[in-house]
Nanobody
Framework: VQLQASGGGMVQTGGSLRLSCLAS????????MGWFRQAPGKEREFVAS????????AYTDSVKGRFTVSRYNAKDTAYLQMDNLKPEDTAVYYC????????????????WGQGTHVTVSS
């Protein structure tokens, strides 16, 4: 099983990035996909999740209205569109897969990608 996250980079405040997560080795369309992030010195935190049928399930409050989670099952890929980025969004972003619809804790996710770095400068 492999989840390959990509799309990170460095942007200025107010900029946008789209993260992608390509899955292999799993039946992608039966898993809930989640996005997490971890800033230096902080715990990994939930960002967003999306159901197997493409319905967004949850967003953490700090990203509501700025981030959009989506997926394209035909390409085994999940996305996180990040707009109006802020310096506090700076973190390593991870995608993860779980069979549990309401999962928001890292320990509820079965598979993890390697992370992609996002840096937002002020």
């Amino acid at each position: 099983v492999q989840l390959q996250a990509s799309g990170g980079g460095m942007v200025q405040t107010g900029g946008s990035l789209r993260l992608s997560c390509l899955a292999s080795g799993i039946t992608f369309n039966v898993y809930v996909m989640g996005w997490f992030r971890q800033a230096p010195g902080k715990e990994r935190e939930f960002v967003a999740s999306i159901s197997w049928d493409g319905e967004p399930i949850a967003y953490t409050d700090s990203v509501k209205g700025r981030f959009t989670v989506s997926r394209y099952n035909a390409k085994d890929t999940a996305y996180l569109q990040m707009d109006n980025l802020k310096p506090e969004d700076t973190a390593v972003y991870y995608c993860a897969a779980t069979p549990f619809r309401q999962a928001m804790r890292p320990d509820e996710y079965s598979y993890w990608g390697q992370g992609t770095h996002v840096t937002v400068s002020s």
